[in-house]
């Protein structure tokens, strides 16, 4: 299996602060990574595919980037609804894996 | 596309969990990964396993001898079952959508389903 890692566990920040999410996968896996961001009590919602692609509706703010084994997360400029959990994933092989996770937080 | 969860919210330690997944806005034999994912209480994602609209089935290797899914294409929907439950597959379950061409690859997953809360307990 491919074990995604996701760093930091957690972070607290404040609006208007950019944020950087990484995920290291244990192999490569080319460009097969996507993010999703989680609020509380909802669905994982598609931020990022294909590692730099952002989702159609998805603020600008978020950008993807990397390949083979290391790929970063970034928000520009927090704004308050973005304060949510963040996860990567993998499409690269079976079984599909997701990262641990990232809760941003409000200072 | 739209995704709805229904089944039991409690099911008791050795039973089976039974849920399913209707499908609206398009059709389940289009060219699509229909998937189940599950979330733990306060825990992360954890992806259950696939069906493909040919039929197809690709499970975790962490639930395969306990885990079925299918399709009944009449209804447009698909379904999961979860055998031999204990208090660990409490979870909230998710069905979800890979919207790949090909049975050879997986894409991403979007939309997803609200999700539903299935306690095991006796």
């Known amino acids: 299996d491919i074990q995604m890692t996701q760093s930091p566990s957690s972070l607290s920040t404040s609006v208007g602060d950019r944020v950087t999410i990484t995920c290291r996968a244990s192999?490569?896996?080319?460009?097969?990574l996507n993010w999703y961001q989680q609020k509380p009590g909802k669905a994982p919602n598609l931020l990022i595919y294909?590692?730099?692609s952002l989702q159609s509706g998805v603020p600008s703010r978020f950008s993807g980037s990397g390949s083979g084994t290391d790929f970063t997360l970034t928000i520009s400029s927090l704004q308050p609804e973005d304060f949510a959990s963040y996860y990567c994933q993998q499409t690269y092989s079976s079984p599909l894996t997701f990262g641990g996770g990232t809760k941003v937080e409000i200072k | 596309v739209q995704l709805q969860e229904s089944g039991p919210g409690l099911v008791k330690p050795s039973g089976t969990l039974s849920l399913t997944c209707a499908v609206s806005g398009g059709s389940i034999s289009s060219s699509n990964w229909w998937t189940w994912v599950r979330q733990p209480p306060g825990k992360g994602l954890e992806w259950i396993g696939e069906?493909?609209?040919?039929?197809?089935?690709n499970y975790n290797p962490s639930l395969k001898s306990r885990v079925t899914i299918s399709v009944d294409k009449s209804k447009n929907q698909f379904s999961l079952k979860l055998s031999s439950v204990t208090a660990a597959d409490t979870a909230v379950y998710y069905c979800?959508?890979?919207?790949?061409?090909?049975?050879?690859?997986?894409?991403?997953?979007?939309?997803w389903g609200q999700g539903t809360l299935v306690t095991v307990s006796s």
């Open positions: 294909a590692a730099s």
């Open positions: 192999q490569s896996i080319s460009s097969y």
């Open positions: 069906i493909y609209h040919s039929g197809s089935t």
């Open positions: 979800t959508r890979d919207p790949t061409s090909s049975s050879w690859t997986h894409n991403w997953f979007d939309p």
